[in-house]
């Protein structure tokens, strides 16, 4: 646990992120499901790792949460991703490219052959869950904490394409 360090943002997202992980936990617990996190600490875990993590565990749900800070003091709010093969907009097409790419994995490309349209044919029939499991958590979680939504948005993010 990071709860010495000293008071910065980097220290303060951090010990958010280690609440987050306790509350998933106990949640998890009240609703009689087991929570599995990727990571308990700071350190970096691969993208694949963190799906292998899933996969490995034969997770009914893999959510990847992410909690981010902004140099800009007129960021607010939280937004809801969902697994598409295509962004949704400019915006989303650069994050999942920019997290894609935070270590070292490229975003796939639009079209990429067979092997892309079998995925996209089997991950069509959850995309109306997806959508759905996503409004619920922005609704939640701009309710439990009295924030802005930004939205629910859909892109490719590499973290969510190898859950299985």
Not at 10 to 17: P, Q
Not at 27 to 54: F, P, Y
Not at 55 to 73: G, P, T
């Amino acid at each position: 646990m990071t709860t010495n360090l000293p008071d910065t943002p980097g220290s303060r997202l951090r010990k958010a992120r280690e609440r987050m992980g306790l509350q998933q936990i106990e949640l998890g617990r009240k609703l009689g499901v087991k929570v599995i996190l990727t990571r308990e600490d700071d350190r970096q875990v691969s993208l694949d790792d963190r799906t292998a993590v899933a996969n490995h565990e034969r997770a009914d749900l893999f959510l990847s949460i992410h909690v981010n800070a902004s140099l800009a003091r007129e960021a607010r709010g939280a937004e809801t991703y969902f697994l598409s093969t295509q962004a949704i907009d400019d915006e989303s097409r650069a994050i999942a490219a920019l997290e894609n790419n935070s270590l070292g994995v490229e975003t796939p490309p639009a079209n990429s052959g067979v092997g892309l349209v079998l995925w996209e044919l089997a991950q069509t029939q959850y995309l109306a869950e997806s959508s759905q499991l996503a409004e619920t958590i922005q609704q939640n979680l701009n309710e439990a904490l009295r924030i802005e939504s930004r939205g629910i948005k859909q892109a490719p993010f590499r973290v969510l394409m190898g859950a299985t």
